[in-house]
Every structure is written in C-alpha cells, then in structure tokens.
C-alpha cells in the first residue's frame, strides 16, 4: 500500500488505441484487407484501378460497289465522305470480285484496281446496319460483275440475314439515255428479294436536282455520273449529290436504330 491507499502503478507502460500491437490484434485472418492500400514507407505502391476508356459503337454503312474506269469507285468514295461526316455513323468500302480475266482487262485499257479496297464476300453483308450500292450500266440494267455478287447471296436469303436492312443504289452511265433510272430501279429487284428497305434520296437534294446549266448525272433514284467515252469523270456537282446521298442513308439509318 502507498500513501493515499492507492495502488502502485504499474511499472509496464499501458498501451495506446492506436499502437502496432493493437493493430495486429484487431486485424484478424478473418478480416477485409483493402486491396489497393497505400502503406507509407513500403518500397511499392500500388494505384488504384482505372476504369477503362468507353468505346464508341458506330453504325456501319457498306459501300460495295464494282468499278471498272474508276467513275463508280469515285462517287463512292465522295459518298463514304458523307457517311463519315454524320456523327456516330462510319462508311466501309468494298469492292466485289472481278470476273473478267487479267487479259481481257489489260486489252479493255481497265486501271488496276486499288489494293487498299477489300473485295467483300456475300456473308459480310450482314454486319451492316445499311448497304448502298453502286455499279455502272450494261444495256441499262447492272453490270454482270455486280449481278454474280448478288447471285451469292443465296445463303442470306434463305436464312434472311438481310431483311429489314437498308439499302440504295448509285450509278454510272455511257450517256444521259444510258440508263440513270433504269440501271437503279432494275437493281431493286434484288433488294426486294431480300426484304430490305429501299431508300431513294428523292428530290431532297433540292434546287441541285433541278439545275439545267450543266451536263448532270443522278436521279431520284440515287446519285450518278456520266463516263462518256470513259475520259470524263463526275462533275463537281455529281460529287456533291453523292455525298449528299452518303449523308442522308447515314441520317436514315441513325432513325431507324434509335433505342
């Protein structure tokens, strides 16, 4: 006993809340460990996790086409243009598959043909959210080339891969009685087979549909040129409706995957 009665304090120190064996008591094996915590002094620190960067989806529309000198490939490019400049919407180019020989295409004076376009295969077809399609006249209806494309798409048919999509058409003719309307409207046979949905432009191009002063190909139909002996190539105006046509399928095909 000490003076006042009381007890001796102990000799040993008393231990805080907050000391390190505390701590080692409280967290048991059974205990959350944070994952990511940041210790002072340890020799790596590890960051917290960063979520990943949201990737944007895209509409596809394919632009399959077959060009011979150049003048359908050209209005597809001009329309892949006005695809791409519509928000949330991407054009894609494809060619179809030759079926002319090498030599023959050599004594038709026929350019190579651009690497950097892939050839499309018929079952490709169906990751599209719209197609537009463009070949040039023979006799007024679509060249063999593109017609061999459609002939293989047989499978789709049947399993109705194609239905519901939209579709248009773009053109190339010799003169202005070659086919304009008639090369595009024998061409929608093919998109009826299938169910899908046929989108003309119209005359929503406006006062560009109605101007005379100059030689102009396109029509309600769609857009269009005029290779004459095969030096002429689309006019300012040509190109124009057809990235007007590339931007009003964009538009067309955004209304109809709105959620």
Same mark, same amino acid.
């Given at each position: ?31 959350? %460990?944070?994952?990511? *915590?940041?210790? !002072? /002094?340890?020799?790596?620190? =590890?960051?917290?996790?960063? &979520?990943?960067?949201?990737? +944007? ?25 006005? %695809?791409?400049?519509? *928000?949330?919407? !991407? /054009?894609?180019?494809?060619? =179809?598959?030759?079926?002319? &020989?090498?030599?023959?295409? +050599? ?153």
């Amino acid at each position: 006993m000490g003076k006042g009665g009381g007890c001796f304090p102990s000799k040993r120190r008393q231990r805080g809340p907050g000391s390190a064996s505390d701590r080692a008591t409280t967290v048991g094996s059974d205990a959350h %460990v944070p994952a990511r *915590e940041k210790t !002072e /002094g340890s020799a790596e620190i =590890v960051e917290p996790a960063v &979520p990943p960067l949201a990737v +944007e989806h895209k509409l596809k529309i394919f632009i399959v086409f077959y060009s011979m000198y150049g003048h359908v490939e050209a209005l597809a490019r001009q329309i892949k243009k006005g %695809v791409d400049g519509t *928000e949330g919407v !991407e /054009g894609v180019l494809y060619r =179809v598959a030759e079926t002319l &020989p090498s030599d023959v295409l +050599e004594k038709m004076l026929a350019p190579p043909k651009d690497p950097a376009i892939p050839v499309i295969a018929a079952s490709e077809l169906a990751e599209a959210d719209g197609i537009l399609f463009g070949f040039p006249t023979r006799y007024g209806c679509m060249a063999a080339q593109i017609k061999a494309f459609f002939d293989s798409t047989g499978q789709l048919w049947r399993e109705q891969k194609l239905a519901g999509k939209p579709a248009g058409l773009f053109v190339s003719t010799g003169t202005q009685g070659g086919g304009q309307e008639t090369t595009a409207w024998t061409a929608i046979t093919q998109l009826t087979h299938h169910g899908m949905l046929f989108v003309p432009i119209g005359y929503t191009f406006g006062v560009g549909m109605f101007e005379m002063d100059e030689l102009r190909g396109g029509s309600p139909y769609g857009a269009g040129t005029f290779a004459g002996d095969g030096t002429r190539q689309p006019s300012e105006v040509e190109l124009a409706l057809a990235e007007y046509q590339g931007k009003y399928m964009a538009s067309v095909v955004k209304r109809l995957n709105r959620t």
